[in-house]
């Protein structure tokens, strides 16, 4: 019924087989990433969600002092200061959103799914 193959050519349909699934399972992921943060602005917050209805975190835009879209190689103030600094991106090839605020936790860096109408949501926010 089935085909018998020599050892080192079962071996190798094994390896193939294993880095095939993992490549697969690494594709899923990342078509799955934009659905585990989503952020929204509303009545003058930033709301951060898991699974899009999970609150995790709520900031409050009056507290921002800057909004700006970002190049991932930008991310100087990433290195400057980690321990103040939250990272939520999970879109792997998308802009990146600077915001900076006054806190404990002086620094923002999000991946919406439109970075530039998002800082523009967030300035007509603070207006």
Do not use: W
Not at 83 to 98: A, D, E, H, W, Y
């Amino acid at each position: 019924m089935f085909r018998e193959y020599p050892p080192a050519i079962q071996i190798l349909i094994t390896i193939a087989t294993g880095i095939a699934i993992i490549a697969g399972g690494f594709a899923v992921a990342l078509a799955l990433l934009p659905v585990l943060y989503d952020y929204r602005i509303d009545h003058g917050r930033l709301e951060i969600f898991v699974l899009r209805f999970i609150t995790i975190a709520s900031f409050s835009v009056a507290r921002f002092t800057d909004v700006q879209v970002v190049k991932t190689e930008d991310l100087r103030i990433f290195a400057r200061n980690p321990f103040r600094t939250l990272r939520l991106g999970n879109r792997i090839r998308r802009q990146r959103v600077l915001v900076e605020r006054r806190g404990i936790i002086s620094n923002l860096i999000l991946t919406p799914g439109d970075a530039s109408r998002f800082v523009a949501q967030i300035r007509e926010s603070c207006a």
